[in-house]
T-cell receptor
Framework: DAGVTQSPTHLIKTRGQQVTLRCSPKSGHDTVSWYQQALGQGPQFIFQYYEEEERQRGNFPDRFSGHQFPNYSSELNVNALLLGDSALYLC???????????????????FGPGTRLTVL | RKEVEQDPGPFNVPEGATVAFNCTYSNSASQSFFWYRQDCRKEPKLLMSVYSSGNEDGRFTAQLNRASQYISLLIRDSKLSDSATYLCVPFNQAGTALIFGKGTTLSVSS
């Protein structure tokens, strides 16, 4: 059972450029969330995609956009890169309805290895 | 008050020690909680889920105090391999974003 995969693993860009990161969710999962993790911080939620639509968004500017494809894979695009965009970008997959079992909906999110973006 | 606050750490303990981390949360609607473990330059991995008052898994015990809005993680008989950052995550319903604390760093030495 393949886990969450992300590509590329590392990326170096310069200010003003645009970048596209890719994520394939865990088999059977239909929801993809993206997080940004700066050095020394916890992951910060960017947005979440379900049924090819952005379902929820965190406090990130419009330079950050995304897409989900019919096979549930997803892309994160960042335009006009800033130095402060340098971070580890994590993709997490989950089931919209939650994992089965129990009365409380479960939202266990499984993370991919991340893409480390460096903006020079 | 921040949504999630954790002990700043780092915690430096010898092998075999018992160590506890606390995490406070501000959203009283939070139903359940996760503890994630993150190794240096790696992705977070789910360590434990808490859906009621607590959970125990081997050397790891999580306890939830809803009245005081905090959750703790206790690690007994620490191993070198327990060295990592531990992230506390409350959530209130399936399909919503995870709000992470900054994490608490644990270093276990021989």
């Amino acid at each position: 059972d393949a886990g969450v995969t992300q590509s590329p693993t590392h990326l170096i860009k310069t200010r003003g450029q645009q970048v596209t990161l890719r994520c394939s969710p865990k088999s059977g999962h239909d929801t993809v969330s993206w997080y940004q993790q700066a050095l020394g911080q916890g992951p910060q939620f960017i947005f979440q995609y379900y049924e090819e639509e952005e379902r929820q968004r965190g406090n990130f500017p419009d330079r950050f956009s995304g897409h989900q494809f019919p096979n549930y894979s997803s892309e994160l695009n960042v335009n006009a890169l800033l130095l402060g965009d340098s971070a580890l970008y994590l993709c997490a997959s989950s089931l919209a309805a939650g994992e089965p079992g129990g009365t409380i909906p479960r939202n266990e999110q499984f993370f991919g290895p991340g893409t480390r973006l460096t903006v020079l | 008050r921040k949504e999630v606050e954790q002990d700043p750490g780092p915690f430096n303990v010898p092998e075999g020690a018992t160590v506890a981390f606390n995490c406070t949360y501000s959203n009283s609607a939070s139903q359940s909680f996760f503890w994630y473990r993150q190794d240096c330059r790696k992705e977070p991995k789910l360590l434990m889920s808490v859906y009621s008052s607590g959970n125990e898994d081997g050397r790891f015990t999580a306890q939830l105090n809803r009245a005081s809005q905090y959750i703790s993680l206790l690690i007994r008989d620490s191993k070198l391999s327990d060295s990592a950052t531990y992230l506390c995550v409350p959530f209130n319903q399936a399909g919503t974003a995870l709000i992470f604390g900054k994490g608490t760093t644990l270093s276990v030495s021989s």
